[in-house]
């Protein structure tokens, strides 16, 4: 899941006990090491989305505790747009911390970076190791050690209603140019608007910036990139797309308003990722799932692109039970748990032997964005990668609603971020 900034309410979990509390709360390893068995408690964090991902999330954490009875399991669904921070507040703090925290993939070089998580060569978190395919992997190492174990891996593109689509007698737009065609003709054949995008999270932005060659920085050569031309012309374009009224856009709720917009049938597309696959079947224009279609997010002048996402699993360093963590990260991301979190939600999985399982392999989702994964644009996996997201939402919200122009807005995200690199130009 990557909803975003968007929060959304904590969700006291049933069944397996809800805890607030982290590693700190007399969690101990019991017979983990004296016996061989594994006992005490682990404390997660889980952040994804909240009446569809996290009932999945938390019966994968209960089965968990059927093949580790002396194990308990505290659920705790934290809102994406606050856990970044919370977990970094508890952490320094050394008090409220999670044993296992599902982590967005910008965040763990971050962590590991302040000292907040356990390396995990050598554990039994890495079982398997090699199966994990090199794109989710690149995320979870930092220094030349491994911090994390990918979950989950994704990308966007965008969602469009057929049925919509046939009423107004369009095929789906390969371009940008040929998304405002498209989007005009929806609104002159059925009222509706074209597409709903996302103006209060920057990761929404990303697919136009990489469409247009463009990119957040340049690691390799420490150069910040945000402000360049192809910056520039991607503010230009999601701009253009607002004025034209080929898209809707605001800068509070996005998650929601998007998603109620697209699932009631009030616009005909939105650009999201393998996350929202679950909660847009349950909206009332996807009764029918077959209604549901999805295509490459439309290119730019300088092609078709699109983010690298997803989550992965890290221990916190201070964990009072790390052998049961390590066991837990384990048995999260094992090609038993992948397969059902694959059938269940149309997650991608991380784990390459996953996608021959019958029910990955027919699954049309997964078969749809996976070669988009393999083409997707990674982030720098930098420690300041997961800040880079703040000023640049503050400048592309500000642009969408005409607070500021596009070279403005360019401007300030570069001058942000070299504010927060450091010695870089």
Sequence with gaps: MRRGIAATALVAALGVTLAACGSDS?????????????????????????????????????????????????????????????????????????????????????????????????????????DFLDQAAASTKYNGKTYAVPQVIDSMGIFYNKKVFKEAGVEVPKTIAELKTVSAKIKQKTGKTGLYLRGDDAYWFLSFLYGEGGDLVDAEKKTVTVDDPAGVKAFKTVKDLVDSGAAKTDATDGWNNMQTAFKDGKVAMMINGPWAVADTYAGKEFADKANLGIAPVPAGSGGQGAPQGGHNLAVYAGSKNLDASYAFAEYMTSV????????????????????????????????????????????????????????LVTEYTKVLTGQTTPEAGAKASGDAYRKLLKDWK
């Design 26 to 130: 007399g969690s101990d390893n019991g017979g983990s090491k004296g016996s061989g068995e594994l006992s005490g408690t682990v404390t997660w964090w889980d952040t994804s989305t909240v009446g569809s991902e996290d009932k999945v999330f938390k019966k994968a954490a209960e089965d968990f505790t059927k093949k580790h009875p002396k194990v308990t399991v505290k659920y705790v669904n934290v809102p994406f747009g606050e856990a970044q921070n919370k977990f970094k507040n508890a952490a320094q703090s050394g008090s409220g911390a999670p044993d296992v925290i599902r982590s967005e993939v910008a965040w763990t070089p971050e962590f590991a970076d302040l000292g907040y998580l356990a390396p995990l060569d050598g554990t039994a978190a890495l079982k398997n190791a090699d």
């Design 336 to 391: 038993e748990t992948q397969t059902t979190i694959a059938k269940e939600l149309s997650l991608l999985p991380t784990r390459e032997s996953v996608y021959i399982k019958p029910d990955v392999a027919t699954n049309e989702m997964i078969s749809f964005f996976k070669p988009v994964v393999q083409k997707a644009v990674e982030r720098p996996w930098i420690p300041e990668t997961g800040s880079l997201f703040a000023p």
